[in-house]
């Protein structure tokens, strides 16, 4: 089973330009910043900055739907579609979240408020609990409005699915749209994922598990379309089986570790294959 | 190639089992009542459909309790499933669920935080590792979080990968368990909810033109799906067949449905499509119908832009309005009903619809259930952010 890759975008600590990228990852340049959160028990994080979303949504009121990993997939979903110019009615759209807990810590205030005597008070929750809970919180948390948010503002209506389950989402979306292209369900796919690790509950969170990566955020997006194709930058292919054993994708040491985004950075920077089970192998082509 | 279904379990707010729900949903009885598990008598709406609660279990334990209940039930149908486990795989659809509310409370309080075991337990990921873990399979395991539409998704999933004979069975389905009083506030302040205090067991009234809004509700429902030939073989019976599946974007509105219902009808016009089917064959829609201002009216429109004249004659129940909405899993108890009103020739009815809304102008099934011979059914599931799903569901020959 195998797709062209006609389209790409990534937003990372060391920019979008995959080039600069890569090279910048290559030589161990360093795109890492201090944690801003005083007292955080992870001392540095590879943040991106921005990213400013002015001039690409068709409602401007609607950025303040959108969480973080929402702003982070936007822009690349932009560039890897580019100028496509088949119909959006019918292309596909497949996402990767990873949003453990299920949010950032914005429910926090509101929780802390309803500790009454050491127990959870629905009394305080409808007093000052609910005062403090901010009301757009589940409209930013469910996990499928990365994906509606992107579907919203490019006007895509085809086969679509959102994937969780950890730092694989991102490799599972990427084989949902893959199969979708191969087998016809749709004339092309959009697949992305984005994270971010870097503030409030998720930097504790981090330290929590022990991770001894440094924390990331950013988002990838292939376009995806039939094999023949013109204007491939690659070929992917699904193969039954796991991934041939390699080391830690090398890009975390200078930008960070991208969450559901990592393995799918890792593909369009320097692997040949990604992912357990069904995995994801890039046939290079030309400049790839 | 035909992809089947061959074992069926559910837990709901109206039984524990595939028949006592389907009991109660043909003796038209409401699942809905006041909130039991915690004091809502404080919160703006303080009723629910909840399934019972046992000891102090918190809602990361209740959805795994019930994911296993009605995985249980599905696997004593179905028989031992002899593949090969990484033949055999795994896909539901399910929402991330937080620890308990108490302990989070307290720990922000003093500035600690739940231990990881506590937010692990909650992960999306979580019913569908222990699904995985109690069938022992080791083939493709995926979970599925687009909201309401999660565990039609994950049926769908399903069909694609036994389609596809990378495995030899499916276990496929979902769980949710949100009636907290976290999420009873967040869907409250969204105005998404029924605030019929005085009368719950009739505020999820879909199509009717006094609904308000959703109820919340709980459950799980899982179904194993194989191919024919390996169902036959091994002497299984064969309950219906799983025969088309179709997704789409409404690519309108974050919390909106588009009046036009082209998101919807899109999905539906795929599933007819992927089985091969005409509007005409179909004999039962069993509607996605949340009892939403916004939700039914926009299905209505995609059911007329799918169905063109046969949409008006096809027979159209929400069983929402007796179960309430399970949210990530009411795509898979939904297409558990349409499979037993397929074999059983029975409609299942939306009750309180005493007024339809002549916006929802459908060939409704108010108040009592109907007889129909029904081929195939198709089931919608819809999700906030405008995710759509539908499946077929038809009689085995």
């Known amino acids: ?288 | 190639m035909k992809i089947v279904v061959t074992g069926m379990g559910m837990v709901t707010p109206v039984g524990d089992t595939v028949a006592a729900t389907w009991a109660s949903l043909l003796a038209a009885r409401s699942g809905v009542g006041p909130i039991g598990r915690f004091d809502a008598s404080t919160l703006p709406v303080r009723f629910a459909a909840e399934v019972a609660a046992q000891g102090d279990e918190d809602q990361a334990a209740l959805k795994l309790r019930l994911a296993r209940t009605a995985l249980d039930e599905a696997l004593a149908q179905s028989g031992a499933l002899p593949y090969l486990s990484e033949r055999i795989g795994v896909c539901l659809g399910s929402e991330a669920a937080r620890p308990e509310l108490s302990v989070i409370a307290q720990r922000l309080r003093s500035g600690t935080l739940p231990t990881l075991a506590e937010f692990e337990r909650g992960a999306p990921r979580a019913p569908t590792e222990l699904v995985a873990r109690r069938l022992g399979a080791s083939g493709p395991v995926s979970t599925v979080s687009t909201a309401c539409t999660s565990s039609s998704q994950a049926v769908g999933e399903g069909v694609l990968r036994l389609r596809r004979c990378e495995v030899d069975a499916m276990v496929v389905g979902g769980v949710d368990a949100l009636v907290d009083p976290m999420m009873v506030t967040g869907f409250s302040l969204l105005g998404a909810l029924s605030t019929r205090n005085d009368d719950p067991q009739a505020a999820s009234r879909p199509f009717d033109v006094s609904r308000d809004g959703f109820v919340l509700g709980e459950g799980a429902g899982m179904l194993v799906l194989e191919r024919e030939d390996g169902a036959r073989a091994r002497g299984a019976v064969i309950l219906a067949e799983l025969r088309g599946w179709g997704c789409s974007c409404n690519a309108y509105r974050i919390t909106d449905s588009p009046p036009d219902g082209r998101g919807a009808g899109q999905a539906m016009a795929a599933a007819l499509a992927d089985a091969g089917l005409a509007p005409t064959d179909i004999g039962y829609i069993n509607a996605h119908g949340t009892s939403t201002p916004m939700n039914d009216p926009s299905e209505t429109a995609g059911i007329h832009r799918a169905f063109g004249a046969a949409g008006s004659a096809v027979p159209v129940s929400s069983t929402k309005s007796m179960t309430g909405h399970l949210v990530a899993a009411c795509g898979a108890v939904e297409a558990i009903i349409s499979v037993l009103a397929v074999r059983e020739g029975i409609v299942p009815p939306t009750i309180n619809l005493d007024s339809p809304d002549p916006s929802c102008a459908l060939r409704h099934v108010p108040h009592a259930p109907q007889e129909h011979r029904v081929e195939h059914a198709l089931t919608n599931a819809f999700g906030f952010g405008g995710s759509n799903g539908s499946l077929v569901v038809s009689r085995y020959r």
């Open chain 1, 1 to 288: 089973m195998r797709v062209a890759v006609t389209g790409v975008g990534l937003l990372t600590p060391a920019g979008t330009e995959r080039a600069d990228v890569r090279a910048r990852v290559s030589r161990g340049e360093s795109c890492l910043s201090a944690a801003d959160q005083l007292g955080s028990p992870v001392p540095v994080v590879g943040r991106v900055e921005g990213p400013r979303l002015r001039g690409l949504l068709t409602r401007r009121k609607d950025a303040k739907l959108f969480s973080r990993a929402a702003k982070l997939l936007l822009p690349p979903m932009i560039d890897a579609l580019g100028a496509w110019e088949g119909d959006r009615e019918e292309l596909g759209l497949f996402v990767g979240v990873r949003r453990e807990p299920a949010d950032g810590g914005e429910a926090d205030a509101a929780l802390a408020a309803c500790a009454v005597d050491g127990r959870f008070s629905t009394e305080a929750l409808a007093g000052r609990g609910r005062a403090l809970y901010p009301p757009l919180l589940p409209l930013k948390t469910l996990p499928n409005l990365n994906l509606a948010h992107v579907a919203i503002q490019l006007g895509i209506r085809g086969a679509s699915g959102t994937c969780a389950g950890g730092p694989a989402a991102g490799v599972a979306a990427l084989v949902q749209g893959l199969e979708a292209v191969a087998e016809g369900d749709c004339p092309a796919a959009l697949v992305g994922a984005s994270d971010s690790s870097v503030r409030d509950a998720f930097l504790r969170d981090w330290a929590r598990r022990g991770m001894t990566d440094v924390p990331g955020e950013g988002g990838v997006a292939f376009l995806l379309e039939p094999p023949h194709a013109p204007g491939a930058l690659a070929h992917l292919e699904r193969v039954r089986g796991p991934a041939p054993a390699s080391g830690p994708p090398p890009h975390r040491a200078v930008l960070g570790h991208l969450g559901c985004a990592d393995l799918l950075l890792h593909l369009l920077l320097h692997a040949e294959s990604v992912g357990d089970g069904p995995h994801v192998r890039v046939v290079p082509q030309g400049a790839w």
